[in-house]
């Protein structure tokens, strides 16, 4: 069956770093566009990034841009999410979802704080 296993979360001072991966099982990992998700408390759930199966194309949502970066090792089937210059504001539980599949991971919990 389809899996989507998160991890690299945790606890990080403002200004510090975290790398996100994302194992994937079940399918064709190297032909699906995968993407991470982001929902912090209270809000709703928003597109952080997307990666296109070859990894030939991303985008990121405009207040991530320069500081995070999506990529993927295909022979691996884990798509990273490395995660820059973090701000409390990025505090949220972060998913993996491969949308041509509609299947999302478990989430992880990123918390920026000093």
């Known amino acids: 069956q389809v899996q989507l296993v998160e991890s690299g979360g945790g606890l990080v001072q403002p200004g510090g770093s975290l790398r996100l991966s994302c194992a994937a099982s079940g399918f064709t990992f190297s032909l699906n566009t995968m993407t991470w998700y982001r929902q912090a408390p209270g809000k709703e759930r928003e597109l952080v990034a997307r990666i296109t199966s070859s990894g030939g194309s991303t985008n990121y949502v405009e207040s991530v841009k320069g500081r995070f970066t999506i990529s993927r090792d295909n022979a691996k089937n884990t798509v990273y999410l490395q995660m820059n210059s973090l701000k409390p504001e990025d505090t949220a539980v972060y998913y993996c979802?491969?949308?041509?599949?509609?299947?999302w991971g478990q989430g992880i919990q990123v918390t920026v704080s000093s």
């Open positions: 979802y491969a949308p041509a599949l509609d299947y």
